[in-house]
């Protein structure tokens, strides 16, 4: 057995995967039924008895082109105003190569309403067009059956769908595929004319050797590089682009591999008679070029499964026609879904990639098959994180009736970063990701709508997050606040509510006039203590980072709302409580002792201290002097001796109150410069 690299044949654009389908399928139906095939480093890689020049000699002299026509279309070659130069060659021929697609076009020239002028109107022609698609089925030989599914399938109600791959039914605006396709296939093995360069043409198609016999032609949507058109680059403005008839040929052969049959589970259209394989709706994330837009006019995306072990064709052709990729049992229905389950492993076995495609319109009202990146299938422990956002967007699009624009945009943001997770994973993305949910929320929360998304997030997701990030601990301190006597932290930052605080032009403004609005809560209720306890504490040193300026102010923000959705309830057994014995600020130290939620050691016991406002008012006024003598005279009364601080140490008022607001433990490095001051 010979062992061929294909290097025409590479994983992209989607033309020369396609490629790499069609060899595997005709020499395994035609020349070596032991054929395999797989991917590696990019090219597809052939085992077959053949060799190289065995392949080409094969292709040149033995190759049974697939019967591919569709006469319904205008433009295929069986209507009066058609390029014929193709379809004539084919039905003159006498090669026995093309005996099947000989008879093909003799009885398709044979059926009711073919060459007929199209309908008056659109019913009248998509009715004249599904007779003559159900007469192709009823009458062509069998060797047009994969075709026949491949270009489009009817249902028992006599609905049509096609698959997106083929365009719609064999064609792609006025570029008929079929009428091409024979025309280069006369042109190849019929009556070459001479000067084209067959053999060296249909070497640089497999193996990617050079030539400079490229003719100009249509690709279609499978080569945007060679698609041409004005304005799309130097040297590249005008229509007739230089390209490779095999090319176009082996591409055609290929979509046949890929779209024939029933897949009745997943795919584009979603129903039960037809759908591509690993072909959903489009989702606009992942490439450059996305745009919101995108969504609706993109006719859909392409997942095309890479594998690394050798496989023959009937095996792929198995994986193409019963192969789906599963989220929690279902099929997945867009790229973003696509993307959790390549990383749950919810595909079939075998598959180590995908080269996800974007079918787009980018030239007028036609498509090009965009390639947006090769996604490796492995199991990233963040794909269950990002799982489940989806429950929290799904509860904002149900709830959110009139969302303001700007929502649309920050969502297309939210669904970027969950891609980009799925992608590469890491750290830095997943913050990232939750930077940008805690924006969609913070719009969400701020509309005045009375809205209610379920705390479904885990707690997971801080502790992935607050392991190496000061900025996610203290978001995670804050939005983890609670009280059974006084509201949650989400009550603080949803203008709905009675209860809203988050004002201000600064996040340390808008923490601090929190923090007022909590104690003055206390004071209405009566509480005994100070109702600024929570589920998750930061360190010590992340107060001191806080203080000095070193930390990342929007994003300590962003991932507050994005923690506000985090089912808090839960027992938090294993977090990390912050029992740092560290280096604390001796102001900081002296006014947080007011405003922690747990009882202080006095010396003769412990006992709750309550938060003071004036003590706020000061800071707020930016007078910290006064704030740490109203501070410190408490703590005497407290029983606690009072810190020696001629120099309060230049702290900004407004960001000192901020801070008290983060919950801290009350662990030794707090007790400890107290301690020091009583032995004094």
């Not at 061929?4 to 395994?28: H, M, N, T, W």
């Not at 970063?417 to 930077?435: F, I, K, Q």
């Not at 008022?653 to 009350?666: D, E």
């Amino acid at each position: 057995m010979n062992v061929i690299r294909l290097g025409g044949c590479a994983l992209e654009p989607l033309g020369s995967y396609l490629k790499a389908l069609s060899v595997l399928r005709l020499v395994s139906e035609q020349a070596d039924g032991s054929a395999r095939g797989w991917w590696e480093r990019g090219s597809f890689h052939l085992e077959t008895e053949l060799d190289d020049n065995g392949l080409v000699s094969f292709f040149l002299e033995r190759y049974r082109p697939t019967p591919i026509l569709s006469p319904w279309n205008g433009g295929s070659g069986f209507y009066p105003k058609d390029r014929k130069v193709g379809i004539e060659a084919i039905a003159a021929s006498t090669d026995e190569r093309f005996t099947i697609y000989r008879e093909a076009i003799k009885r398709a020239r044979a059926m009711p309403g073919v060459g007929e002028e199209k309908g008056a109107s659109t019913a009248e022609e998509d009715k004249r067009r599904r007779a003559i698609q159900l007469a192709c089925r009823n009458q062509l030989p069998d060797g047009c059956v994969e075709w026949l599914d491949a270009a489009v399938g009817i249902s028992a109600g006599d609905e049509r769908t096609f698959a997106p791959i083929l365009g719609t039914g064999g064609n792609e605006g006025r570029l008929d595929y079929t009428n091409n396709l024979m025309e280069y296939l006369a042109e190849l093995l019929i009556a070459p004319d001479g000067k084209t360069p067959v053999e060296a043409l249909l070497r640089n198609a497999l193996f990617g050797s050079a030539t400079a016999g490229l003719q100009p032609g249509a690709v279609g949507q499978y080569d945007p590089g060679r698609a041409g058109g004005f304005n799309q680059g130097q040297g590249v403005e005008t229509a007739d682009i230089a390209t490779n008839p095999w090319n176009f040929v082996m591409t055609l052969e290929g979509a046949v591999a890929w779209a024939a049959g029933l897949y009745r589970r997943q795919g584009v259209a979603f129903r039960s008679f037809l759908c591509s394989p690993f072909t959903v709706k489009s989702t606009p994330v992942g490439y450059g070029s996305a745009a919101a837009k995108d969504a609706d006019s993109a006719r859909a995306e392409i997942w095309a499964p890479i594998w690394d072990r050798r496989a023959t064709y009937g095996e792929l052709k198995a994986l193409l026609r019963e192969g789906r990729a599963a989220v929690d049992g279902h099929p997945a229905q867009n790229g973003l879904e696509f993307a959790e389950a390549a990383c749950m492993l919810g595909v079939d076995r075998g598959i180590s990639g995908f080269m996800r495609y974007n079918l787009l319109k980018r030239r007028g009202d036609s498509y090009i098959a965009l390639p947006v990146g090769c996604f490796d299938v492995k199991d990233r422990s963040e794909s269950d994180l990002v799982r489940e956002l989806n429950g929290v967007l799904d509860a904002i699009s149900w709830q959110m009736k009139s969302p303001p624009a700007e929502l649309a945009s920050l969502r297309r943001q939210v669904e970027e970063g969950m891609y980009n997770v799925l992608l590469r994973g890491g750290e830095d993305a997943l913050g990232d990701l939750a930077a940008s949910v805690g924006r969609l929320y913070r719009r969400v929360l701020l509309t005045g709508k009375e809205v209610r998304i379920p705390a479904s997030l885990s707690r997971s997701w801080v502790s992935k997050l607050a392991s190496t990030s000061a900025e996610a601990r203290i978001a995670a301190a804050v939005a983890g606040m609670w009280d059974r006597d006084a509201p949650g932290m989400l009550e603080h930052l949803d203008r709905a509510n009675g209860n809203f605080s988050w004002t201000g032009a600064t996040v340390e403004e808008r923490m601090a006039r929190t923090l007022e609005r909590r104690v003055l809560l206390a004071e209405q209720r009566g509480l005994d203590r100070n109702p600024l306890g929570s589920a998750y504490r930061a360190r010590i040193g992340d107060a001191t980072l806080f203080l000095e300026g070193s930390v990342d102010d929007e994003r300590i923000e962003e991932l507050l709302f994005a923690f506000t959705l985090v089912n808090w309830r839960k027992d938090d057994s294993g977090e990390r409580k912050g029992w740092d014995d560290v280096g604390v600020w001796p102001v900081y130290a002296l006014l947080k002792h007011l405003f922690f939620a747990e009882q202080i050691e006095i010396g003769e016991g412990k006992k709750y201290l309550m938060a003071d406002l004036g003590v706020l008012a000061a800071l707020t006024a930016g007078d910290v002097g006064q704030a740490v003598r109203i501070g410190a005279r408490r703590l005497q009364n407290a029983g606690i001796l009072r810190a020696d601080m001629q120099d309060p140490g230049g702290f900004d008022g407004m960001r000192l109150a901020a801070a008290l607001l983060i919950p801290v433990p009350y662990g030794t490095a707090m007790q400890n410069l107290f301690r020091a001051k009583q032995e004094r």
